[in-house]
């Protein structure tokens, strides 16, 4: 069965239980990701928003990370929008400690079905994506199991990338090492294990071809050849499998990231954008959107809803899902900076 996103959106049978628009409120103005996400996102959530409310949703693009937007709109009080879609679990929780964001309404039982660990009283998850190793099956002699598999050079021949970004290369160096997902920020609490991680880059250093910066490179980087073995998002490398090239996705040892809605605080439409979120936790519209994306629902329910093939290739079906930790936003937070500096200056070094 080939999945349709539009006749999942015409599959929706349930009762309606959201009411018609708050008071004078006829629009509401999302700052969303923009491209292929507003596209999706108009067709799971904005448009069936508004035949069921009368409530227009409006999107507008902002910065991947809109931290500093939602601060000037609270404090200059123009609401160039009235809510935010696609903020990642980190910058909310940045937002809330810096009073800058209403809380949310998450009473319905479609929000209550979400994980804890998907949501609190400020944010609540419409889609998850995770960073995956991922590798061509056509050049790579044998199946790699483990980011161990891609240190060993020899055992797995094959062109190499990394991201040039901290965090996440720091992380697959310790997973590499043997360190389990969730002992990451203890290993590194101490400069022993920072020694420990680099230690670990310098072994695969002279075996990277690509340090890519960019996600939208890694792509074209695995369907052209240049790599054959890459770590990147899940749905980075979903879409060159959809495009009919042998990519493999290696779901052990991934971490994941939660995206989602949030309110600037003092939004004075915040009662209809509440409305408007707790209809976006319904799990038929999730599976419209996350399958076009080939992102994760949030809602477990949302997998009722979608093609069983199209389920087992995102990051939050529960095969996959048991195989990956979430990304310690927390802990990596204090120490972006830091982490960015040492990284840098190894790797110019």
Not at 306 to 330: C, I, V
Request: include cysteine.
């Amino acid at each position: 069965m080939q999945f349709s996103a539009t006749t999942a959106v015409a599959a929706i049978s349930a009762p309606a239980i959201i009411g018609r628009a708050y008071g004078q409120t006829d629009t509401l103005t999302v700052g969303d990701a923009g491209g292929a996400y507003t596209r999706a996102w108009t067709e799971a959530f904005y448009e069936p928003f508004e035949r069921e409310t009368g409530i227009r949703v409006v999107p507008v693009e902002r910065r991947d990370n809109p931290a500093a937007e939602v601060r000037a709109v609270v404090e200059t009080g123009n609401y160039r929008w009235d809510l935010c879609a696609s903020v990642g679990q980190d910058v909310s929780h940045t937002l809330v400690e810096n009073d800058l964001l209403e809380p949310l309404d998450l009473s319905s039982d479609d929000a209550l079905a979400i994980p804890d660990t998907m949501k609190d009283d400020h944010f609540v998850a419409s889609d998850v994506a995770a960073f995956v190793l991922a590798y061509r099956e056509d050049t790579v002699n044998k199946p790699i199991t483990s980011y161990a598999d891609m240190w060993d050079v020899e055992g797995f021949p094959g062109r190499r990338g990394l991201r040039q970004f901290a965090r996440d290369t720091i992380q697959i160096a310790l997973l590499a090492d043997g360190v389990p997902l969730a002992d990451i920020p203890q290993v590194l609490s101490e400069e022993a294990g920072w020694q420990r991680a680099f230690a670990k880059l310098e072994e695969i250093r002279p075996h990277i071809d690509v340090w890519w910066s960019s996600a939208a490179q890694t792509p074209t980087l695995l369907e052209s050849g240049e790599l054959d073995i890459c770590p990147t998002f899940n749905s980075r490398a979903q879409s060159v499998i959809d495009a009919g090239v042998p990519v493999r996705i290696v779901w052990n040892g991934g971490f994941f990231t939660n995206f989602g809605w949030v309110i600037p605080k003092g939004s004075p439409k915040a009662d209809a954008a509440r409305q408007f979120i707790a209809f976006c936790c319904s799990p038929e519209r999730q599976a419209v959107a996350c399958a076009q994306m080939g992102i994760g629902p949030s809602h477990p329910g949302a997998f009722d809803f979608m093609d069983a093939e199209r389920s087992r290739t995102l990051p939050t079906f529960p095969e996959n899902l048991a195989q990956m930790g979430p990304l310690d936003f927390r802990f990596w937070g204090p120490l972006q900076e830091t982490a960015a500096e040492r990284f840098n200056t190894w790797l110019l070094g």
